[in-house]
């Protein structure tokens, strides 16, 4: 990682693959620069969802075409229900229209949603053009914008289609945070929560010890919090990048967060799942004698200071949360797999949970 006061870069080393992630305030208008100096494409297209279009399309379009870049934006209803086969459908219909040919590329300018969405068609469209993140959400800031998983669902389950497939580069501007709803930055700050819990005890101390800065968007406490957290992310994806093994840590508070997110028919916001599956996930590790009592208090304190969920909504009903947790797409073969902290900054995945403990961390959850 370098920091030059301006801009902090951090690169995801894998190879000729090899991309830099960019984070420095204000840089929404001045993209168009290094896009440019990068030669990444002849032609551009942004593809944004049509809320972050209305706010930020605009600018990051300009930025390109006083460059003197050809660039078009193309956009889609925003929310989970555009990431279907349908929506890639339609906008390579777009790009076909537009003569889009192999040396151009594509922008996601979104949150998750737009990021999977643009690098799905991206590595289909033509068999693979080039394309690059611009995330706007703290979930694709910290998360979903760097690794190379992209995807769509479909009506048998999230995700279940996608390619694992790098951008050229990642953009990120913390500027654009500030438009961001209250519940939507809690969901982010859920998956920053994890990378502390997984990965690194100084981070989970800094996040505890800097949670109204934080909160507050403060450079001081924001800027070093997205550098880490996309180190992290970066060190994980280049040691695994197709999830064989290491990169499924990622999904620590995962396995009952998905179950707990799908129970709720979706309306819980996956970030705010996955904080009560990290809890859970903390008391059954308690349990399995694997992680002492004290850190998995810790776990639980850290989210419910920052206003997360660590309790499963009362209407949920725990017998339809048990038959998520077997149909999960990481379920293999009946196997539940836990990702469980051994202490704070140390996890392991087990599918050695029994049955009595999960039933008794979900009735006291
Ligand atoms: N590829 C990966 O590695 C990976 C990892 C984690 C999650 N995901 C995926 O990410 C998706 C969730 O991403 P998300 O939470 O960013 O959702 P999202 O993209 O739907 O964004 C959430 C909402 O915030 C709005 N929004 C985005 N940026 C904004 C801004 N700056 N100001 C105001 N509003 C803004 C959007 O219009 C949308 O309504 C899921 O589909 C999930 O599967 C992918």
Redesign the pocket.
């Known amino acids: 990682m370098t920091d030059n006061g301006r801009e902090i870069l951090v690169t995801v080393g894998l190879g000729n693959r090899s991309y830099p992630i960019s984070i420095s305030r204000g840089q929404l208008t001045k993209i168009g620069t290094d896009i440019a100096a990068r030669k990444i494409g002849n032609r551009f297209c942004v593809i944004s ?1 049509d ?2 279009a209305g ?2 399309g605009e600018v990051l379009m300009q930025s390109l075409l006083e460059k003197g870049l050809a660039a078009e934006l193309l956009t889609f209803p ?3 229900a555009s ?1 279907k086969l349908e929506t890639i459908g339609t906008l390579a219909s777009q790009l076909a229209g537009i003569g889009f040919d192999r040396g151009d590329a594509l922008v996601a300018l ?7 969405i643009t690098g799905f068609l991206a590595s289909i469209y033509m068999r693979g053009i080039p394309f690059i993140q611009v995330p ?2 703290l ?2 800031q910290v ?2 914008s760097v ?1 190379g ?3 769509v669902d479909i009506p048998e389950g ?2 279940l289609i996608g390619t694992f497939y790098q951008p050229q580069a990642v953009y990120i501007d913390p500027d ?2 500030s ?3 209250d519940q ?1 930055l809690l ?2 700050l859920a998956e920053v929560i994890k990378y502390g819990v997984i990965w690194d005890k100084e981070f989970f101390d800094f996040l505890s010890a800097n949670r109204k800065a934080i909160l507050a968007l403060e450079d001081s406490a924001l800027l070093p919090l997205l550098a880490r957290c996309c180190e992290i992310k970066a060190q994980v994806v280049e040691e695994d990048e197709r999830e064989s093994g290491l990169r499924r840590i990622l999904n620590f508070g995962h396995t009952i967060g998905h179950a707990v997110e799908a129970a709720s028919n979706f309306t819980l916001i ?2 705010l799942a996955i904080a009560i599956g990290m809890r859970a996930a903390s008391d059954i590790a308690v349990l399995c004698k694997l992680c002492p009592p004290g850190d998995a208090e810790a776990v639980r304190r850290i989210l419910e200071d920052f206003g997360l969920p660590v309790e499963i909504p009362s209407e949920l009903d725990r017998k339809a949360i048990r038959r998520f947790l077997l149909t999960d797409k990481k379920t293999v073969g009946g196997r539940v797999f836990f990702v469980l902290p051994q202490e704070i900054g140390r996890v392991m995945i087990t599918d050695k949970v029994a049955s009595a403990d999960i039933d008794e961390v979900l009735a006291n959850t």
């Open positions: 969802d809320q972050v706010l930020y925003h929310g989970e990431k979104g949150g998750g949603v737009t990021g999977d706007t959400t979930l694709a998360d979903s690794g998983k992209t995807g999230k995700n654009v945070l438009t961001l709803p939507e969901g982010g996956h970030g």
